[in-house]
C-alpha cells in the first residue's frame, strides 16, 4: 500500500508537478498510457496515476477523484490539484467539440412543423441529476452570458465556461 510517509521516502516533489527520485537525483519519468492522458509512475513495479500520488504526497489521503482545476490532464502542479465528488469532476468538463452550439449549456431549438416561432438558443444546465431551465434567446451572446451566470452561481468554483 503506498502512502504519504513512503512516498516522502522515495520522492521529493518539485513546483513544476513531478518528483525526483530521493535515491538519485533524477526526475522521475512517467508514461502516458495508450487512450488515457493521466501521466502513470512507477512504484514497487506497479503503475499509479501521477496527480494521485502527489496529491498524497501533500494531504496524506487520497479522496475518490481528485479535479484537475485547469482541466489539463498534464498539469500535475499540487495548486492545480483538487479534491471532488463525480458531479463536481463532470461539471468541470470543458465544452465539447462535437457539440453543435459554440456555447457550453445553449443549443439551438428548431421549430417545428407547425409552429411560427423562430428558432432560439436554450439555456439548460444539470443539476443534482435534474435538468434546469434558463431560457430561450434569440440572441446567442445573451444565451452565453446567462448559461455563464447560471454555471458561476449554481457549479461554483467548478464552473467551467469554455
Same mark, same amino acid.
Given at each position: &500500500?503506498?502512502?504519504? @510517509? ?17 535515491? #538519485? ?9 495508450? $487512450? ?8 514497487? $513495479? ?6 494521485? &500520488?502527489?496529491?498524497?504526497? /501533500? ?12 482541466? #489539463? ?6 495548486? #492545480? ?10 461539471? #468541470?468538463?470543458? /465544452?465539447?467539440?462535437?457539440? @453543435? ?8 431549438? +428548431? ?6 416561432? @423562430? ?9 443534482? $441529476? @435534474?435538468? &434546469? ?16 451566470? +447560471? ?12
Amino acid at each position: &500500500m503506498i502512502t504519504q @510517509k513512503l512516498l516522502k521516502e522515495l520522492f521529493t516533489y518539485r513546483d513544476d508537478g513531478t518528483f525526483i527520485k530521493n535515491k #538519485n537525483g533524477k526526475i522521475v519519468k512517467c508514461s502516458e498510457t495508450e $487512450g488515457q492522458r493521466y501521466l502513470r509512475i512507477g512504484i514497487n $513495479g506497479k503503475p499509479y496515476r501521477l496527480h494521485r &500520488m502527489i496529491y498524497l504526497y /501533500h494531504h496524506g489521503y487520497l479522496p475518490e477523484i481528485i479535479d484537475h482545476i485547469d482541466g #489539463n490532464k498534464l498539469n500535475n502542479r499540487i495548486d #492545480n490539484l483538487r479534491p471532488a465528488t463525480k458531479q463536481q469532476n463532470c461539471l #468541470n468538463r470543458k /465544452h465539447k467539440s462535437t457539440s @453543435k452550439s459554440p456555447y457550453k449549456n445553449v443549443y439551438l431549438q +428548431a421549430p417545428t412543423k407547425n409552429s411560427n416561432w @423562430k428558432r432560439n438558443w436554450v439555456v439548460t444546465l444539470m443539476l443534482k $441529476g @435534474k435538468r &434546469m431551465y434558463f431560457g430561450s434567446f434569440e440572441d446567442l451572446d445573451l444565451a452565453k452570458l446567462v448559461a455563464e451566470e +447560471a454555471r458561476a452561481k449554481y457549479h461554483g468554483a467548478f464552473a467551467r465556461n469554455y
